[in-house]
T-cell receptor
């Protein structure tokens, strides 16, 4: 089954404690992306990757890092999380001629 | 001017009603258009692509007006299960991976 898998689905943590949200896709897609979704603001892109070892900033990259060492994985790293990063996060993958598929989402709460 | 604009709603309609959502986009170079559906706290899922000639999928009809930079979604015979937020999504440029999302229009279908 074609899917984008995110882990964890839910996380409550404290300010400053580094965390990683993993994302994996099994569709051999070149493109992967991270979004955050906040009430009234819609989906905003954090980082994206066009292929292995190619990443670029989206609209709201501050406070986040990503890496793309393998085609299937695109982890999102919060080196020093802060309360304003409390949000619902989605990973997505796709190709240039296909719409994007989204993961189930990760709900992060930073206390 | 926002890149993709939608009426946020909410639209509260009775079962069986016909409801129309509108969306405008600012980038005239936009090439591909989609409607995504998002249930509360879930991931966005592709509802349908929007083609220049207009297209229909069961009770759903999508229209595109490139001259006016306007996209619409019509839902006929609304069901309770249609209750969700509908996201207008635009991809700019042939071969582009990047999607721009509207903030969504919330629909509630009432018994």
């Amino acid at each position: 089954e074609a899917q984008v898998t995110q882990n964890p689905r839910y996380l409550i943590t404290v300010t400053g404690k580094k965390l990683t949200v993993t994302c994996s896709q099994n569709m051999n897609h070149e493109y992967m992306s991270w979004y955050r979704q906040d009430p009234g603001l819609g989906l905003r892109q954090i980082y994206y990757s066009m292929n292995v070892e190619v990443t670029d900033k989206g609209d709201v990259p501050e406070g986040y890092k990503v890496s793309r060492k393998e085609k299937r994985n695109f982890p999102l790293i919060l080196e020093s999380p802060s309360p304003n990063q409390t949000s619902l996060y989605f990973c997505a993958s796709g190709t240039s001629n296909q719409p994007q598929h989204f993961g189930d989402g990760t709900r992060l709460s930073i206390l | 001017r926002k890149e993709v604009e939608q009426d946020p709603g909410p639209f509260n309609v009775p079962e069986g009603a016909t409801v129309a959502f509108n969306c405008t986009y600012s980038n005239s170079a936009s090439q591909s258009f989609f409607w995504y559906r998002q249930d509360c706290r879930k991931e966005p899922k592709l509802l349908m692509s929007v083609y220049s000639s207009g297209n229909e999928d069961g009770r759903f009809t999508a229209q595109l007006n490139r001259a006016s930079q306007y996209i619409s979604l019509l839902i006929r015979d609304s069901k309770l299960s249609d209750s969700a937020t509908y996201l207008c999504v635009v991809k700019t440029g042939a071969g582009s991976y990047q999607l721009t999302f509207g903030k969504g229009t919330k629909l509630s279908v009432i018994p």
